[in-house]
């Protein structure tokens, strides 16, 4: 085993995850097809998570609509204590540790073997591009509202396939370029919401925030809990970009920081704004309802600006997304989990040309289908890979306690343990509100990672087709500061 690195990949120019001997550094060799790329600096990354997190308060409405708003304000700030910060502070470290593309996938394949690694990598792998199925849909949803060809039928099929492929040509065209599109998109679509703030403030009325629902209106509480744990989770996803990420050991815990901070008070500040200035009309509280309610107290102008800053929003959502799924197919290329060719850097933009392309496929098939089927499955299979998450954090703590850590949670393993359990709690029970269907799209792409995981490791053995030359895991053995 090379005393540098976790491995090495001749056809990437991806950096080496870990500095197993005190004083070593590892270093980069870009491949001679490739031009050389430009790292991701600490305020691009810190808008691309906010977009794999948020990507602003749009979305938030149905936790009204489902429970009223008082349970809405609660679980937006009461969630991110109990979810958003163990899961944040999990891949802080780890991301740190670990720092190479495929993120999470790295975790499980270090923590219990390359078994779990594979399940893994495809467990996220399919949450996230189905999860990318949904942001087009969105978008067209919005401009159905001025364009209403786009309602249903052969227009709103072809306007679905030409916003996700032109969307893909931008991911493709360089993480930077996504990166400080992102900062641009998350800017422009948050002023609407700064705007609504400052002219709802006279108009609070505090009581307001009290309601527990209308009368006759009855609680929702899967929508309720599917609605916040859509709206906050995926904080490990950018981790599968900590390979392209200028000096993640001191950016990746700063870009968290900022982006937790950004996300919460995107989500509670807003909603404490409308729901005190507005009467309750909690059957009104759906998607969209946040432009209706700065109509009423603004002016149409507020509520136009406020549908295109969905629009946008849409936009860095699909481009933080499909960064994270195609670098994370990188990864698993470097891992040996799936054929080389995933891990291809375009020539001119040094992108995963290859797993941008299947990635963009797959989330073209999923767009036929409903989007609470989409959200429901994305949630499973998410809540799935968070439990072997934790379980990976907390067994690589115990497999390696000296190992370097730039970024440490700051808690003995008992304290650890607790720190995962109230999440993995929330875990369960989501899974446990899913609907049948959801159960049988889960199962079924479960399947079919351990039968893509077996099918791989046959084509390695019989050399079908060419995977990356890879190193040893670490070994116990490797546990040195």
């Known amino acids: 085993m090379e005393d540098y690195s976790l491995y090495s990949s001749p056809t990437s120019s991806q950096q080496h995850l870990l500095d197993h001997r005190e004083g070593e550094e590892s270093t ?74 495929g993120g999470f996938v790295i975790w499980a394949n270090e923590a219990f073997g390359p078994f779990w690694g594979s399940l893994m990598g495809f467990w996220k792998f399919f949450s996230g591009v189905i999860n990318l199925a949904s942001y087009p849909v969105l978008c067209i949803d919005y401009l159905k509202l001025v364009i209403p060809a786009l309602t249903s039928g052969f227009p709103r099929y072809v306007s679905i396939f030409l916003s996700t492929c032109v969307l893909s040509f931008l991911n493709y065209s360089g993480l930077a370029i996504v990166g400080y599109t992102a900062v641009a998109l998350g800017v422009f679509s948050l002023l609407p919401f700064v705007l609504l703030v400052l002219f709802s403030l006279p108009k609070i009325d505090p009581s307001r925030w009290l309601s527990l629902g209308q009368e006759g209106v009855k609680k929702d509480w899967t929508l309720y809990f599917n609605t916040i744990f859509w709206n906050l989770n995926f904080w490990d996803s950018a981790s599968t970009l900590a390979g392209e990420v200028e000096e993640p050991h001191k950016t990746f815990p700063k870009a968290l920081l900022s982006a937790g901070l950004l996300t919460c008070l995107g989500y509670i500040i807003p909603l404490l704004a409308a729901t005190g200035a507005m009467p309750l ?134 304290g650890l343990v607790l720190m995962c359990l109230v999440p993995s709690a929330l875990l369960v029970y989501v899974m446990t509100v899913a609907s049948k269907i959801v159960y049988v799209a889960s199962a079924f792409l479960t399947c079919l990672g351990i039968v893509l995981y077996y099918f791989m490791n046959l084509c390695k053995s019989r050399n079908w087709v060419e995977f990356s030359r890879v190193g040893n895991k670490l070994d116990e053995d490797d546990d040195v500061l």
């Open 281 to 414: 009309d909690q059957k009104s509280w759906v998607d969209g309802y946040f432009a209706d309610v700065a109509g009423v107290i603004a002016g149409k102008w507020l509520k136009i600006w406020m549908e295109i800053g969905a629009v946008l929003s849409i936009i860095g959502l699909f481009e933080a997304q499909l960064s994270s799924a195609a670098y994370q197919l990188l990864g698993m290329s470097d891992l040996r989990f799936i054929p080389r060719i995933f891990g291809e850097r375009s020539r001119w933009f040094n992108t995963p040309w290859m797993a941008i392309l299947i990635s963009t496929v797959v989330a073209l098939a999923m767009c036929f289908f409903t989007f609470t089927d989409i959200i429901s499955t994305v949630n499973f299979l998410y809540s799935l890979g968070m439990l072997l998450e934790f379980a990976a954090f907390l067994r690589l703590r115990r497999k390696f306690p000296s190992l370097k850590r730039p970024f440490q949670v700051p808690l003995g393993f008992f």
């Open 28 to 101: 980069e060799q870009p491949s001679p097809n490739t031009k050389s790329h430009k790292k991701l600096a600490l305020l691009p990354l810190v808008f691309l998570i906010y977009f794999e997190v948020a990507g602003g308060p749009y979305g938030e409405e149905s936790a009204v609509g489902a429970a009223g708003p008082l349970f809405a304000i609660l679980g937006f700030v009461v969630f991110p204590f109990i979810w958003s910060i163990p899961e944040a502070l999990l891949t802080a470290e780890l991301a740190t540790t670990f720092p190479g593309n």
